[in-house]
């Protein structure tokens, strides 16, 4: 089965500057990675996903992935962090089957300081 | 992507009621459908795998007498909290998979907020 670690529960950083939000998964086979977003009360925002091929991904709002294969890590990086980008992330990963659930890490609460 | 939808996004009910919630996937066909909850500030934690046509699969320790789940087309699944209680107030939230290229990609629903007084 698989699992996903998010190291780091809450992180603080200050607007304008870079941010990367750490993951590592644990599946046996290549893995579906997933990357959500959530604002208080509100439901999720796909950010990113990697399936395979190029292992640094893009996705909205600025943010990116990298796909480290011998690390079983898919961390998320921004370059340059906006207050709005205040909010809680969540790891997530799937496999390449139908009809398995995604499963998701405890997520990671960034704080934007001005 | 493909679009799931939820309904209602918010319900309150009164403790001892039972609560449907509605998950419909809009433009694709659904065989299996998830439902997870969320508590305040927590991550989501999968409740239950909802199969057409079949009874639903439940994680350990969620009571599949509490949590009724329902799935009896293609495109729609319903999760029904019997006898809810305030410890039932949570936010649910379903996906389902369009299957295709990437058999393994969800897509979320916009979730239903559950307030037991």
């Known amino acids: 089965a698989q699992s996903v670690t998010q190291p780091d529960i809450h992180i603080t950083v200050s607007e304008g500057a870079s941010l990367e939000l750490r993951c590592n998964y644990s599946?046996?086979?290549?893995?579906?990675l997933f990357w959500y977003v959530q604002s208080p009360g509100q439901g999720l925002q796909l950010l990113l996903k990697?399936?395979?091929?190029?292992?640094l991904v893009q996705g909205i709002k600025g943010f990116e992935a990298e796909f480290k294969r011998s690390q079983s890590s898919f961390n998320l990086r921004k370059p340059s962090v906006h207050w709005s980008d205040a909010a809680e992330y969540f790891c997530?990963?799937?496999?390449?089957?139908?009809?398995?659930?995604?499963?998701f890490g405890k997520g990671t609460t960034l704080s934007v300081s001005s | 992507g493909a679009v799931v939808s939820q309904h209602p996004s918010r319900v309150i009910c009164k403790s001892g009621t039972s609560v449907k919630i509605e998950c419909r996937s809009l433009?694709?066909?659904?065989?299996?459908m998830f439902w997870y909850r969320q508590f305040p500030k927590q991550s989501l934690m999968l409740m239950a795998t909802?199969?057409?046509?079949?009874?639903?699969?439940?994680e350990q320790g969620v009571e599949k007498d509490k949590f009724l789940i329902n799935h009896a087309s293609l495109t729609l699944s319903t999760l029904t909290v019997t006898s809810a209680h305030p410890e039932d107030s949570s936010f649910y939230i379903c996906?389902?998979?369009?299957?295709?290229?990437?058999?393994?990609?969800?897509?979320f629903g916009e979730g239903s907020r559950l307030t037991v007084l």
């Open positions: 996906s389902a998979g369009s299957g295709g290229a990437a058999p393994g990609e969800l897509f």
């Open positions: 599946y046996g086979a290549t893995p579906y």
């Open positions: 990697y399936f395979s091929g190029d292992t």
């Open positions: 997530a990963v799937g496999t390449n089957q139908a009809g398995t659930a995604l499963i």
């Open positions: 433009d694709f066909q659904a065989t299996t």
């Open positions: 909802s199969n057409e046509g079949s009874k639903a699969t439940y």
